[in-house]
């Protein structure tokens, strides 16, 4: 026997697969674009390092101003991993796509207005502390000592990153004495 799904039911399934979607999105593009590249970043490049550690933090002087292709190759390559969700999320929920877009884009806005003394209300600071939600403030640390405050939009990157980046630290270390070693033989 069939049974038939009233409408407010198929709106809520339609509402519950975009919001799942954008959530996911934002989640599994922060997660890969922390640990397979901007950990990595920091340990083995140099980029990411010039454009938001340097003495000029502004990322509209370096990638705007300089014109510089490698400064907008490192935000690229930052975004990268939440593109190459979009086909296999695209045929889950468009809209949950384009809203997952939407916010990760006003996230790197909104994490980088520090740069013009930004402070965030007491009410969006507790939320985005219960959510684990990166504030500017908090990104800021970041940007001041590339060792703290990890993760571009969840905080709960934060430790595992900074496990993952002692880690690669550790194995650039040894495989620079291995090849001192070998090179000296």
Same mark, same amino acid.
């Given at each position: 026997?069939?049974? @038939?799904?009233?409408?407010?039911?198929?709106?809520?399934?339609?509402?519950?697969?975009? !919001?799942?979607?954008?959530?996911?999105? &934002?989640? #599994?593009?922060? !997660?890969?674009?922390?640990?397979?590249?901007?950990?990595?970043?920091?340990?083995?490049? =140099?980029?990411?390092?010039?454009?938001?550690?340097? =003495?000029?933090?502004?990322?509209?002087?370096?990638?705007?101003?300089? /014109?510089?292709?490698?400064?907008?190759?490192?935000?690229? @390559?930052?975004?990268?991993?939440?593109?190459?969700?979009?086909?296999? &999320?695209?045929?889950?929920?468009?809209?949950? $796509?384009?809203?997952?877009?939407?916010?990760?884009?006003?996230?790197?806005?909104? /994490?980088?207005?520090?740069?013009? =003394?930004?402070?965030?209300?007491?009410?969006? =600071?507790?939320? !985005? /502390? #219960?959510? !684990?939600? $990166?504030?500017?403030? /908090?990104?800021?640390?970041?940007?001041?000592?590339?060792?703290?405050?990890?993760?571009? #939009?969840?905080?709960?990157?934060?430790?595992?990153?900074? @496990?993952? &980046?002692?880690?690669? #630290?550790?194995?650039?270390?040894?495989?620079?004495?291995?090849?001192?070693?070998?090179?000296?033989?």
């Amino acid at each position: 026997m069939f049974k @038939l799904t009233s409408v407010g039911e198929e709106l809520d399934v339609f509402i519950a697969k975009v !919001c799942l979607v954008a959530l996911f999105f &934002l989640i #599994i593009g922060d !997660c890969i674009s922390t640990f397979f590249y901007h950990v990595p970043e920091h340990v083995f490049g =140099k980029f990411h390092t010039l454009v938001h550690h340097g =003495k000029n933090r502004s990322f509209v002087h370096y990638a705007v101003l300089t /014109r510089n292709p490698l400064v907008l190759l490192d935000g690229f @390559l930052g975004a990268l991993p939440y593109f190459i969700f979009v086909p296999w &999320l695209w045929n889950i929920s468009p809209l949950g $796509t384009i809203l997952g877009l939407i916010l990760g884009e006003l996230h790197v806005v909104w /994490r980088h207005v520090s740069i013009i =003394k930004w402070k965030t209300p007491k009410p969006i =600071k507790l939320l !985005c /502390r #219960i959510f !684990c939600i $990166t504030t500017p403030e /908090r990104h800021w640390l970041h940007h001041k000592n590339a060792k703290l405050a990890y993760g571009d #939009i969840f905080t709960f990157f934060d430790r595992p990153a900074r @496990l993952w &980046l002692n880690f690669l #630290i550790f194995l650039k270390i040894k495989y620079k004495y291995k090849r001192k070693i070998g090179v000296s033989k």
